[in-house]
Structures are given as structure tokens and as C-alpha cells.
């Protein structure tokens, strides 16, 4: 399954590259995320980091697990994000930011499947409005990190 979203947000491309790059702060302001450990950090010359990073979901019925590599470049306004392990066939999401009059135009892909049939249903008659509601909780960090008029 995979969903694309474009918003624009008034913030600079680095400061929501730092801010969707930070995965260990994301069990303090997306709610389903329950804890998050990373592991294996390596920051190249070039400014660009890597890690591993397993989190925990949580819903009222329902809790997994899973780990990803998440790759943030600064330089190209890039986030990636790859699966490791988890309750995925397949899991992928790019973040792209890039500067516009407005502050950041922001491209969000995901592509995933789930192993079973009953978690990628459940998903697919939500999809549109768990990608919002994660992309709203990016935006409320975003302006508690940085305010409402952090383009400058």
C-alpha cells in the first residue's frame, strides 16, 4: 500500500530535516509510539547520519514492534526510512523537503504491507487519515520546537 501527502509548512528545510530525523524524540509527540531505542548511529564527513531504530506501537488492541534504518541528509533535505524487521512484508517512507516563498514544501511517501491480512486491512481503511494525523502531529512539534513564524 503506499500514500503520498505534499504540505507546506513555515519552517526552514533543516529545521524539519532535524526534526523528522530525531526518531528518539517521537514517543513525545506521536501518541501511538510508545518507545523508540536506536542503535548503530554513525554520522559521515558530509553531515549525512544513519541508525537503527526500533519502535513500539501501541493501540488499544494492538502491539508491535519493529526496526528500521533511517538514513537524514541534510544536504539533499532527505529522510529515508527502511525496514529491518517487523510485522511488514515491506516497509519504506521518503520525507523530501524543499524551499519554497511559503518556508518547506514537504513530499511524505510510504509504501508498506503487513504479514498479515487482518493488520493491512485494518491500515488500508484508515490509511488516509493515519498519514494525516501523523503529518499533524509533525506539525504541532514543529511550531512547539520552532513557533509559528520560524521562516527566516
Given at each position: 500500500m503506499r500514500h503520498h501527502l505534499v504540505r507546506t509548512l513555515a519552517y526552514r528545510p533543516e529545521q524539519?530535516?532535524?526534526?523528522?530525523?530525531?526518531?528518539?524524540?517521537?514517543p513525545d509527540f506521536i501518541p501511538w509510539i510508545t518507545s523508540m531505542r536506536t542503535w548503530n548511529?554513525?554520522?559521515?564527513?558530509?553531515?549525512?547520519?544513519?541508525?537503527?531504530?526500533?519502535?513500539?506501537?501501541?493501540?488499544?488492541?494492538l502491539t508491535e514492534r519493529f526496526a528500521t534504518r533511517?538514513?537524514?541528509?541534510?544536504?539533499?533535505?532527505?529522510?529515508?526510512?527502511a525496514l529491518i524487521y517487523g510485522p511488514f512484508r515491506h516497509l519504506s517512507n521518503v520525507w523530501?523537503?524543499?524551499?519554497?516563498?511559503?518556508?518547506?514544501?514537504?513530499?511524505?511517501?510510504?509504501?508498506?504491507?503487513?504479514?498479515?491480512?487482518?493488520?493491512?486491512?485494518?491500515?488500508?481503511?484508515?490509511?488516509?487519515?493515519?498519514?494525516?494525523?501523523?503529518m499533524q502531529c509533525f506539525e504541532e512539534r514543529a511550531e512547539a520546537l520552532y513557533g509559528t513564524k520560524a521562516k527566516a
Open positions: 524539519l530535516v532535524a526534526l523528522v530525523g530525531d526518531v528518539k524524540a517521537y548511529r554513525s554520522e559521515h564527513k558530509n553531515g549525512v547520519i544513519q541508525l537503527d531504530a526500533e519502535a513500539t506501537i501501541g493501540f488499544s488492541f533511517v538514513v537524514r541528509d541534510p544536504n539533499r533535505g532527505i529522510v529515508q526510512v523530501q523537503f524543499e524551499p519554497c516563498d511559503e518556508g518547506t514544501r514537504i513530499e511524505f511517501t510510504i509504501d508498506f504491507e503487513f504479514k498479515t491480512k487482518l493488520l493491512d486491512g485494518l491500515l488500508k481503511a484508515n490509511m488516509s487519515s493515519a498519514v494525516n494525523r501523523l
